[in-house]
Nanobody, 126 residues
Framework: QVQLVESGGGLVQAGGSLRLSCADS????????MGWFRQAPGKEREFVAG????????YYTDSVKGRITISRNNSKNTVYLQMNSLKSEDTAVYYC???????????????????WGQGTQVTVSS
């Protein structure tokens, strides 16, 4: 069973940084590819970044490339999202998600993921 809990959200000024964490209380974290998604008010949930089960492969949506980094520590059952140079358009609820998959590919569509966290709010003030 996978249970994902996000933390690290908050209010930050434009240009600032935040690091989100997503911890899994289960025992099979390394069997899952992980993704971060976000959803702003009135908008659909969108892919932000993803990482393969081993951490060897990462993929980002174009709007965050160069500013946001996804990483994972399988010994700590945790995936991270380091966000730098934040912009007002980054304001959203951020969700982590897990997909049972040990291949070398990053999935970007929400329905392809099996488990979701409850989300953490990120607000960037301009």
């Amino acid at each position: 069973q996978v249970q994902l809990v996000e933390s690290g959200g908050g209010l930050v000024q434009a240009g600032g940084s935040l690091r989100l964490s997503c911890a899994d209380s289960g025992r099979t974290f390394s069997s899952y590819a992980m993704g971060w998604f976000r959803q702003a008010p009135g908008k659909e949930r969108e892919f932000v970044a993803g990482i393969s089960w081993s951490g060897a492969i990462t993929y980002y949506t174009d709007s965050v490339k160069g500013r946001i980094t996804i990483s994972r520590n399988n010994s700590k059952n945790t995936v991270y999202l380091q966000m730098n140079s934040l912009k007002s358009e980054d304001t959203a609820v951020y969700y982590c998600a897990a997909k049972y998959y040990r291949g070398n590919y990053v999935y970007t569509s929400p329905p392809e993921y099996d488990y979701w966290g409850q989300g953490t709010q990120v607000t960037v003030s301009s």
